[in-house]
């Protein structure tokens, strides 16, 4: 399984797009800083056909050490959650119904 980095992106935008290669490094940089920045001051980053990205509040809890046993507190925290579009879950499973049929 191959990872794709930045460097990756930047060489698509480079042939698709036909800007320079450091233009098309100075989009995607632009593109993922604004996505950050959003993300940061806690909205929402919805990419049409392709999916969301949401913060999430975790509130306080308890965990267990699986080794030892001993519970931990955890402190409340923000995650990052990604849901992926109806459009891409079709995408990945091909031929799959991804939508309950109303007559059922």
């Known amino acids: 399984m191959k990872t794709i980095t930045r460097a990756d992106l930047a060489e698509a935008i480079y042939t ?5 290669r450091n233009e098309s490094a100075a989009l995607l940089e632009t593109v993922l800083e604004r996505m950050s ?22 509130g306080k809890r308890v965990g267990r050490n699986p080794k030892t046993g001993i519970e931990v507190p955890i402190l409340p925290r923000k995650v990052l959650s990604f849901r992926p579009s109806q459009v891409l879950k079709a995408r990945l499973n091909p031929g799959m119904r991804l939508v309950p049929d109303d007559d059922a």
């Open 37 to 58: 920045a959003a993300l940061e001051a806690g909205e929402a980053v919805k990419i049409s056909a392709f999916g969301s990205f949401v913060v999430r509040q975790k």
């Open 16 to 20: 698709q797009v036909g800007l320079s």
